[in-house]
């Protein structure tokens, strides 16, 4: 009984914070590559350590992102990715497998790199 008390608790601990928001409304800052993708929701953000992606609605006006992303745009966007640490607000809540629509406040940290 004791053994697995242990191992529950080991797993509950494990995971810690979530490494992104899964509420909507929540917002934080997480790590990882913005980059140009072919279909639907076509800015992506993924989360560096996970397999999320969390995707930048394509009806956001130019006003809303910040400057990093504008500049980013208007180089060759298919080509590179956009890392560093962005500071999101979920707009949907989190469902394992799916993208997740968000906003995206502000960066820091950001450097262009090909893929």
């Avoid at 990882?32 to 930048?56: D, E, K, M, P, Q």
């Avoid at 956009?82 to 707009?91: H, I, P």
Wanted: glycine share 8%.
């Amino acid at each position: 009984m004791m053994l697995l008390a242990l191992a529950l608790l080991a797993g509950a601990t494990a995971a810690g914070p979530s490494e992104f928001p899964i509420h909507v409304g929540q917002c934080q800052w997480v790590r990882g590559a913005f980059y140009v993708a072919n279909g639907s929701g076509i800015n992506r953000l993924w989360v560096r350590g996970t397999r999320h992606v969390l995707n930048l609605h394509d009806n956001d006006s130019d006003a809303e992102v910040p400057r990093a992303i504008k500049q980013f745009w208007k180089g060759r966007p298919f080509e590179s990715r956009l890392w560093g640490d962005f500071y999101v607000c979920a707009r949907a809540r989190y469902i394992p497998g799916h993208m997740q629509r968000v906003r995206i406040l502000r960066t820091r940290r950001t450097m262009i790199a090909r893929r």
